[in-house]
């Protein structure tokens, strides 16, 4: 079974703490992506990776940073948490243009406060 | 801008009847994949279907056929005799090429309730 396995099920922070949200997989998937899910807006697309320490901005961006080092780790950092971060955060992965769907973990709940 | 738009925020079907979910997206790739999930109140993100922009018949998986009209850029989700489970929320997504690889983008999502 292809597993995505996220680091925490539910995080409290507070404004201003960098937090550190792990994502690791064990499909050797290239593809890995960052998401945040808010009630109405579907999932947005924060950060995606196509290849060790390759990455690229999704759509928003701005307040988070991430990092891979290894294949099939793929880490999302807000460097100063802020009460607009609190949301859903899911990691997926996927191999690049088949007909697979993306594999995704099962999110973080993360509260800023 | 939009990429995918899914319409109807909330949908209701009477268990045993079909029932159309809509999505429309803008690309200007030629080739793109496109996608259906499924995620019931337990929160996990299921995979339903798969719809590539080459593919010249809809995709089929048991329950759920996907009515893809290229140049209307549609891809509307079918699922055929519903069930109480189908109850939850439906997102359709897009996989298009980017500058180094593929991102997977996703709509805003549609909550389908299942009447008995």
């Known amino acids: 079974d292809v597993k995505v396995t996220q680091s925490s099920r539910y995080l409290v922070k507070r404004t201003g703490e960098k937090v550190f949200l792990e994502c690791v997989q064990d499909?050797?998937?290239?593809?890995m992506f960052w998401y945040r899910q808010d009630p109405g807006l579907g999932l947005r697309l924060i950060y995606f990776?196509?290849?060790?320490?390759?990455?690229e901005k999704g759509d928003i961006p701005e307040g988070y940073s991430v990092s891979r080092e290894k294949k099939e780790r793929f880490s999302l950092i807000l460097e100063s948490a802020s009460t607009n971060q609190t949301s859903m955060y899911l990691c997926?992965?996927?191999?690049?243009?088949?007909?697979?769907?993306?594999?995704f973990g099962q999110g973080t709940r993360l509260t800023v406060v | 801008a939009q990429k995918i738009t899914q319409t109807q925020p909330g949908m209701f079907v009477q268990e045993k009847e079909a029932v159309t979910l809509d999505c429309t997206y803008d690309?200007?790739?030629?080739?793109?994949?496109l996608f259906w999930y499924k995620q019931p109140s337990s929160g996990e993100m299921i995979f339903l279907i798969y719809q590539g922009s080459y593919d010249e018949q809809n995709a089929t998986e048991g329950r759920y056929s996907l009515n893809f009209q290229k140049a209307r850029k549609s891809a509307n989700l079918v699922i055929s005799a519903s069930q109480l489970g189908d109850s939850a929320m439906y997102f359709c997504a897009m996989r298009e090429s980017s500058t180094g690889g593929f991102k997977t983008i996703f709509g805003a999502g549609t909550r389908l309730f299942v009447k008995a």
């Open positions: 690309t200007s790739d030629q080739s793109y994949g």
């Open positions: 499909m050797d998937h290239e593809n």
């Open positions: 990776s196509y290849d060790v320490k390759m990455k």
């Open positions: 997926a992965s996927s191999l690049s243009g088949t007909g697979e769907g993306s594999f």
